[in-house]
C-alpha cells in the first residue's frame, strides 16, 4: 500500500491534485452544514487546508504557489467579469451614497488597524493579514503576499500574513453578522420593509400610465414632448380611445390620450406635472398579464444571442421603422435598464419587447433568441482578459511620496480587466458574455484552489500561533477590526440617514465581502434590498481593499 500513501505525502504533481482535490471536496462537503443558520460554505476549504498543513501534509512550494495564484486569478477575474456589466450603472443614482457609505466602512477599518499597529508590537505584515481575515478579503490577502514578495525574500513574512488571516477569519465571518443584530435591534425601520430610499427597487425601471392633461403638450410629437424635459422615459404603448399603437418619434399626442410610461422611480413627479395626470393602476406587480392588456398588442422578452448586434446602440437598430416594435426595458447582471437610445446591446441581454405577434417574430430573427448558443463557453475572451489582467497588474505605478511603485498584481489586474470586459467589451464587439453557472463554476474553482493552498501553507503553526496569549490577542483585534467599523457606519446610516435596514444590511456585507453573512441578511427581511444593495458595493470596495493592502506595506515597512 505504498503507492497509496505516495499519492498524499510523496511530493509529486499527481500528489498534489490529489491532496488538493480531497481538501476541496471535505471542506466543500462541510461547508454545507448549518449552525445556527449559517453554513461558511467554500470557506470551510481554508479550515481544512489548515488542518491538513497541520498534520504535516504538504506539496512542493512551486507547485503550491502556481495553484495558489491560478485559483485566486481565476476567481478574481470571473468576479470582475460577472459584475461588470451593472458597475458603472450601479453609481447612478443610490449607487453613490451606498458606495460612499461603504467606502466609510473601509476607511474606518483601516484606520483603526494602523492604530492597532503602531500602538502594539504586533509586525506590520501580522497585522495586514489580521486585517484581511477580519474583513474576510482573500483577494486583498492575495495582492498584499505578491507585495511581500517584492518587498523582501524573507518567506516567513508571507507566512506570518496567511497565520494572521487564518486566525481572525472564522470571527470575521461572525462579527458581521453581530453587528447585524445589533442595528437590526437598533433601527426604527428594522421591519421587514420592501421600500428603498435610495430608488434601487427591483431593478431600475418603474412603470406608470397617465393620461394626456397638460395643454402645454397637446398636438406635440413624442420627439417634442422628450425635448421639454431632461428625464429619461421611454413611451411603449398609446391609447387613442379604443385604439392602440406602438408610438414613434412622430407620434402626436392628443387630449385625453392615454400612455404607458418605462422610466426611473425618481422621474415620477416630473413626468407627472409633464403629461398631467398618474393612472392609478400598479403596472409593477410581477402577476401582471401584458398580452391581456389589449388584443392588438403583445409583451415579449427575447434574449440577445446575435453576435453582431453586440455593442449597437438601440437607436442604430432603428427598431420602430423596420418593425413597428418598442424596446421598454433591458434586463442584464440582474438590473433592468431603461431602454434609452444610447444604450448599448450586449450578448445575454433579455430585452422586452412591445409589438404585434409578426413584427415580434421579425424582431426575434435579427435578435436571435436562441438560448441553448449561450451555454457554449466563451474561452477565447475569458483567456485573452486574463492575460489583460496579468500585464495590467504588472504594470508599476509610481506614486510620488511612496517609495516604490504599486502594483495591482495578481488580484487587482485581473479583477479591473474583468469589470472593463464586462462593461465595455460589447461596445468594440467582442462577446464577453458567460453563463451565471459557468461563471460561478470559474469562481467556485479559483477560490477553491487558492483557499485550499493558504490553509495548507498556515496549517504548520495555526494551533501553537492561536493558543498562544499572542493568538488570542490577534482574535481580539480582528473581532473589533470587524465589528466596530460595521456598526458605527451602519448606526449613522440608519439613525442620521434614516436610510431602511434591508439595503444597509446589504452594503455592510458587500463593503466587508461577506456573502455569508448576506445569507443571514436575506433571510430576516422578505424584499431582495440586501442583495441588490450588496452587488452595488461590493465590486469597488473589493479593488479599494485590494489597492489598500499594498498600500499599507509599500508606505510602512
Same mark, same amino acid.
Given at each position: 500500500?505504498?503507492?497509496?500513501?505516495?499519492?498524499?505525502?510523496?511530493?509529486?504533481?499527481?500528489?498534489?491534485?490529489?491532496?488538493?482535490?480531497?481538501?476541496?471536496?471535505?471542506?466543500?462537503?462541510?461547508?454545507?452544514?448549518?449552525?445556527?443558520?449559517?453554513? +461558511? @460554505? %467554500?470557506?470551510? #476549504?481554508?479550515?481544512?487546508?489548515? /488542518?491538513?498543513? *497541520?498534520?504535516?501534509? !504538504? =506539496?512542493?512550494?512551486?507547485?503550491?504557489?502556481?495553484?495558489?495564484?491560478?485559483?485566486?486569478?481565476?476567481?478574481?477575474?470571473?468576479?470582475?467579469?460577472?459584475?461588470?456589466?451593472?458597475?458603472?450603472?450601479?453609481?447612478?443614482?443610490?449607487?453613490?451614497?451606498?458606495?460612499?457609505?461603504? +467606502? @466609510? %466602512?473601509?476607511? #474606518?477599518?483601516?484606520?483603526?488597524? /494602523?492604530?492597532? *499597529?503602531?500602538?502594539? !508590537? =504586533?509586525?506590520?505584515?501580522?497585522?495586514?493579514?489580521?486585517?484581511?481575515?477580519?474583513?474576510?478579503?482573500?483577494?486583498?490577502?492575495?495582492?498584499?503576499?505578491?507585495?511581500?514578495?517584492?518587498?523582501?525574500?524573507?518567506?516567513?513574512?508571507?507566512?506570518?500574513?496567511?497565520?494572521?488571516?487564518?486566525?481572525?477569519?472564522?470571527?470575521?465571518?461572525?462579527?458581521?453578522?453581530?453587528?447585524?443584530?445589533?442595528?437590526?435591534?437598533?433601527?426604527?425601520?428594522?421591519?421587514?420593509?420592501?421600500?428603498?430610499?435610495?430608488?434601487?427597487?427591483?431593478?431600475?425601471?418603474?412603470?406608470?400610465?397617465?393620461?394626456?392633461?397638460?395643454?402645454?403638450?397637446?398636438?406635440?410629437?413624442?420627439?417634442?414632448?422628450?425635448?421639454?424635459?431632461?428625464?429619461?422615459?421611454?413611451?411603449?404603448?398609446?391609447?387613442?380611445?379604443?385604439?392602440?399603437?406602438?408610438?414613434?418619434?412622430?407620434?402626436?399626442?392628443?387630449?385625453?390620450?392615454?400612455?404607458?410610461?418605462?422610466?426611473?422611480?425618481?422621474?415620477?413627479?416630473?413626468?407627472?406635472?409633464?403629461?398631467?395626470?398618474?393612472?392609478?393602476?400598479?403596472?409593477?406587480?410581477?402577476?401582471?398579464?401584458?398580452?391581456?392588456?389589449?388584443?392588438?398588442?403583445?409583451?415579449?422578452?427575447?434574449?440577445?444571442?446575435?453576435?453582431?448586434?453586440?455593442?449597437?446602440?438601440?437607436?442604430?437598430?432603428?427598431?420602430?421603422?423596420?418593425?413597428?416594435?418598442?424596446?421598454?426595458?433591458?434586463?442584464?447582471?440582474?438590473?433592468?435598464?431603461?431602454?434609452?437610445?444610447?444604450?448599448?446591446?450586449?450578448?445575454?441581454?433579455?430585452?422586452?419587447?412591445?409589438?404585434?405577434?409578426?413584427?415580434?417574430?421579425?424582431?426575434?430573427?435579427?435578435?436571435?433568441?436562441?438560448?441553448?448558443?449561450?451555454?457554449?463557453?466563451?474561452?477565447?475572451?475569458?483567456?485573452?482578459?486574463?492575460?489583460?489582467?496579468?500585464?495590467?497588474?504588472?504594470?508599476?505605478?509610481?506614486?510620488?511620496?511612496?517609495?516604490?511603485?504599486?502594483?495591482?498584481?495578481?488580484?487587482?489586474?485581473?479583477?479591473?480587466?474583468?469589470?472593463?470586459?464586462?462593461?465595455?467589451?460589447?461596445?468594440?464587439?467582442?462577446?464577453?458574455?458567460?453563463?451565471?453557472?459557468?461563471?460561478?463554476?470559474?469562481?467556485?474553482?479559483?477560490?477553491?484552489?487558492?483557499?485550499?493552498?493558504?490553509?495548507?501553507?498556515?496549517?504548520?503553526?495555526?494551533?501553537?500561533?492561536?493558543?498562544?496569549?499572542?493568538?488570542?490577542?490577534?482574535?481580539?483585534?480582528?473581532?473589533?477590526?470587524?465589528?466596530?467599523?460595521?456598526?458605527?457606519?451602519?448606526?449613522?446610516?440608519?439613525?442620521?440617514?434614516?436610510?431602511?435596514?434591508?439595503?444597509?444590511?446589504?452594503?455592510?456585507?458587500?463593503?466587508?465581502?461577506?456573502?455569508?453573512?448576506?445569507?443571514?441578511?436575506?433571510?430576516?427581511?422578505?424584499?431582495?434590498?440586501?442583495?441588490?444593495?450588496?452587488?452595488?458595493?461590493?465590486?469597488?470596495?473589493?479593488?479599494?481593499?485590494?489597492?489598500?493592502?499594498?498600500?499599507?506595506?509599500?508606505?510602512?515597512?
Amino acid at each position: 500500500m505504498e503507492w497509496f500513501g505516495n499519492l498524499f505525502v510523496g511530493q509529486s504533481v499527481i500528489q498534489a491534485v490529489v491532496l488538493l482535490s480531497t481538501i476541496i471536496a471535505v471542506g466543500l462537503s462541510l461547508g454545507q452544514i448549518k449552525v445556527l443558520g449559517v453554513s +461558511l @460554505g %467554500v470557506t470551510f #476549504v481554508f479550515f481544512v487546508g489548515i /488542518l491538513a498543513g *497541520h498534520w504535516g501534509f !504538504s =506539496i512542493e512550494p512551486t507547485i503550491l504557489s502556481y495553484a495558489e495564484s491560478f485559483g485566486l486569478i481565476l476567481f478574481v477575474y470571473a468576479l470582475g467579469l460577472q459584475v461588470g456589466p451593472s458597475f458603472f450603472a450601479s453609481f447612478l443614482k443610490g449607487g453613490v451614497r451606498l458606495n460612499t457609505l461603504a +467606502l @466609510g %466602512v473601509v476607511l #474606518v477599518g483601516t484606520l483603526m488597524m /494602523l492604530v492597532f *499597529h503602531f500602538s502594539t !508590537s =504586533i509586525s506590520l505584515p501580522e497585522m495586514t493579514g489580521i486585517f484581511c481575515g477580519a474583513v474576510t478579503n482573500t483577494p486583498a490577502l492575495g495582492a498584499a503576499q505578491q507585495t511581500i514578495k517584492q518587498l523582501s525574500a524573507d518567506p516567513t513574512l508571507q507566512s506570518d500574513l496567511a497565520l494572521g488571516c487564518a486566525v481572525t477569519y472564522p470571527l470575521g465571518v461572525v462579527g458581521v453578522i453581530i453587528g447585524l443584530v445589533v442595528l437590526r435591534n437598533l433601527s426604527s425601520s428594522a421591519k421587514k420593509e420592501e421600500q428603498n430610499e435610495e430608488g434601487l427597487s427591483r431593478g431600475e425601471t418603474f412603470i406608470a400610465s397617465f393620461y394626456i392633461s397638460n395643454p402645454a403638450i397637446y398636438g406635440k410629437s413624442v420627439e417634442e414632448v422628450a425635448s421639454i424635459i431632461t428625464k429619461k422615459f421611454v413611451i411603449s404603448r398609446v391609447w387613442h380611445g379604443d385604439n392602440v399603437i406602438i408610438p414613434n418619434s412622430e407620434t402626436i399626442l392628443e387630449k385625453g390620450d392615454k400612455i404607458l410610461v418605462i422610466t426611473d422611480p425618481n422621474e415620477l413627479k416630473a413626468l407627472t406635472a409633464l403629461f398631467g395626470q398618474e393612472v392609478a393602476y400598479d403596472w409593477n406587480k410581477s402577476d401582471i398579464d401584458w398580452n391581456a392588456i389589449d388584443s392588438q398588442l403583445v409583451s415579449q422578452r427575447i434574449v440577445i444571442t446575435q453576435s453582431d448586434i453586440n455593442g449597437k446602440k438601440i437607436a442604430q437598430l432603428k427598431l420602430r421603422n423596420r418593425f413597428g416594435v418598442n424596446i421598454t426595458r433591458i434586463h442584464r447582471s440582474g438590473i433592468d435598464l431603461l431602454a434609452t437610445p444610447d444604450l448599448t446591446l450586449q450578448v445575454g441581454d433579455k430585452v422586452t419587447v412591445v409589438g404585434t405577434q409578426s413584427s415580434i417574430k421579425q424582431l426575434e430573427a435579427l435578435l436571435g433568441n436562441r438560448v441553448k448558443s449561450l451555454h457554449e463557453p466563451n474561452l477565447v475572451a475569458i483567456f485573452i482578459g486574463i492575460v489583460l489582467g496579468l500585464i495590467l497588474g504588472s504594470i508599476p505605478i509610481s506614486i510620488p511620496w511612496v517609495s516604490l511603485p504599486i502594483k495591482l498584481g495578481l488580484a487587482g489586474g485581473p479583477i479591473v480587466v474583468g469589470i472593463l470586459m464586462g462593461a465595455f467589451g460589447p461596445r468594440f464587439h467582442i462577446v464577453t458574455y458567460t453563463t451565471k453557472s459557468a461563471n460561478l463554476m470559474l469562481r467556485g474553482v479559483g477560490i477553491s484552489l487558492y483557499l485550499a493552498c493558504l490553509g495548507l501553507d498556515a496549517g504548520k503553526h495555526f494551533f501553537e500561533t492561536v493558543f498562544r496569549t499572542e493568538g488570542l490577542v490577534w482574535l481580539g483585534i480582528g473581532f473589533v477590526l470587524t465589528v466596530l467599523p460595521v456598526l458605527i457606519v451602519g448606526a449613522y446610516a440608519l439613525m442620521i440617514k434614516k436610510m431602511d435596514y434591508p439595503t444597509v444590511s446589504g452594503m455592510l456585507c458587500g463593503s466587508m465581502a461577506n456573502p455569508m453573512a448576506l445569507n443571514y441578511a436575506n433571510t430576516t427581511v422578505e424584499s431582495d434590498m440586501p442583495s441588490v444593495s450588496y452587488a452595488t458595493v461590493y465590486p469597488l470596495c473589493m479593488f479599494v481593499r485590494v489597492i489598500i493592502a499594498q498600500l499599507i506595506l509599500i508606505v510602512f515597512m
